[in-house]
């Protein structure tokens, strides 16, 4: 079948061997810039070369896009010249200012902070045909574009994946969207909370008496950045054999139904509905969840008969191990009601200090239920280097969640904070595009970047 390619692609590479091998044309090509050397030996940042057009805002193509950030790719964020990403506007909090920094307003947004270090900011508009234009030629230098517009919005535009893949073959490109780009929901809007009430998550959610509730951050949204950042590296994969991109579609709601997990597993071999919220309890273990203490609360995890033992033993009550009642966990769990208000009754005598202390080195899952400020401040995560101080050129200093895998030789790391708005667009159309400091004023005085 014949193959068309771009006279501008072609222009992006310093040199192209072209031959053909029957019907099919075959394109081996090395990138005029822009393009990661896969046979280096620096293993410290994994995707060091690779660059990423970043046309996401909000959670979770934010948190993807980091994600390749924190391992390595130059990420270029594209912002709305003057609102800028959704969540530069989330607040309070904000990192306020520091005096002199020449900067008014409130500061920068804490949530915007959350996902968007070791990027750069470029203001464009794509509603101006210069902008666009932009784009295209950057597009010609990049190994990775993630968008999260509604389906077929980008088309008019030009920045649809079949038009940008004439541009550059090799192009990954991943779109992340509410319902995807298909199916009955495909054009509908979507934020976390709509796909977790849609698609089961809150049902299964809250204390057991209780209403359906969300998880407490954006799990959803989390996830599906995850799922997209693990597409993309097997699409880089799959690219250095085929020397092809492709399109990747990933949803909020499919990925919502995929960590299900085995809930969804049990209602599909059950043919049953689920059993509904449990809070931190377990449908088929006790005892497991959640008992109040003198000021707090404290998590027991009997997983087995042995762990029960445990617990027994460290409340006293070692009578418990042989009571037909409490003997095996299928007794435990239909005399559940009983068995948690004895637990409770003895855990609520003590601190949860106390009881932290009474199980130390015994064996059993245990632990305190923290709130967030003291998971930050907590002794195993400081110890873990989970947090992590960056200066910021306007704010000055502020701490950051890390990066959380822990590798023998690669090194993914929080290098620079996070942008300001535009604070990068000088640079990258400079430094990738080579344009003059003429093209660039022209650029602004029309409004396409900031």
């Not at 030629?137 to 919005?153: F, Q």
């Not at 799990?219 to 590296?233: C, E, F, H, K, P």
């Not at 290098?415 to 159309?429: F, K, N, S, Y």
Request: aromatic letters at 8%.
């Amino acid at each position: 079948m014949p193959v068309s390619i771009s006279r501008q692609y072609l222009r992006g590479a310093s040199r192209a061997l072209l031959f053909t091998n029957g019907s099919r044309l075959a394109i081996c090509c090395t990138r005029r810039r822009g393009f990661a050397d896969v046979a280096g030996n620096d293993m410290t940042l994994p995707l060091k070369g690779y660059k990423v057009l970043d046309m996401t805002r909000v959670l979770a193509g934010p948190y993807c896009t980091q994600i390749l950030g924190d391992l390595g790719a130059e990420v270029i964020k594209i912002e709305h010249p003057m609102k800028g990403d959704d969540t530069r506007h989330w607040g309070p909090p904000y990192a306020k200012y520091k005096e002199g920094s020449g900067q008014e307003g409130p500061g920068e947004s804490a949530y915007f902070f959350a996902v968007n270090r070791n990027k750069k900011s470029l203001g464009l508009s794509f509603q101006h045909k210069s902008g666009v234009d932009i784009l295209h030629k950057l597009v010609a230098e990049s190994d990775i574009l993630v968008e999260n517009y509604l389906p077929g919005t980008l088309k008019k535009y030009g920045m649809d994946f079949e038009t940008l893949n004439k541009i550059n073959p090799r192009l990954i490109y991943a779109s992340i969207t509410g319902y995807g780009q298909t199916g009955p929901y495909s054009n509908r809007a979507g934020y976390d909370v709509m796909v977790e009430a849609e698609f089961g998550l809150m049902h299964i959610t809250g204390s057991r008496d209780g209403p359906p509730v969300k998880v407490g951050v954006a799990v959803t949204d989390l996830t599906t950045g995850l799922y997209t950042s693990n597409s993309i590296m097997a699409a880089i994969i799959a690219r250095a054999r085929t020397n092809r991109g492709q399109h990747i579609d990933v949803a909020l709601s499919d990925c919502q139904v995929a960590t299900l997990a085995n809930i969804a597993s049990s209602c599909l071999i059950s043919g049953k509905k689920d059993e509904g919220r449990w809070g931190t309890a377990h449908p088929s273990i006790v005892p497991y969840r959640s008992y109040k203490t003198k000021d707090g609360d404290v998590l027991f995890g009997g997983g087995n008969d042995r762990l029960f033992g445990l617990i027994c033993n460290g409340l006293g009550r070692p009578e418990w191990k042989t009571d037909p009642k409490f003997e095996v966990n299928a007794q435990r769990v239909a005399n559940r009601v009983e068995l948690d208000t004895l637990i409770e009754t003895i855990t609520q005598t003590k601190t949860t200090q106390e009881w932290l202390d009474v199980f130390e080195g015994s064996g059993l899952p245990y632990s305190a239920v923290n709130d967030v400020q003291g998971t930050l401040n907590h002794e195993h995560v400081l110890a873990r280097g989970m947090v992590k101080e960056m200066d910021h050129e306007f704010c000055g200093p502020i701490k950051m969640v890390n990066t959380p895998v822990k590798y023998s030789e690669s090194k993914p790391s929080i290098r620079t904070a996070p942008p300001m708005l535009g604070q990068h667009t000088d640079e990258v159309l400079k430094e990738v595009l080579g344009l003059s400091e003429t093209d660039i004023e022209s650029l602004k005085s029309e409004g396409a970047v900031r």
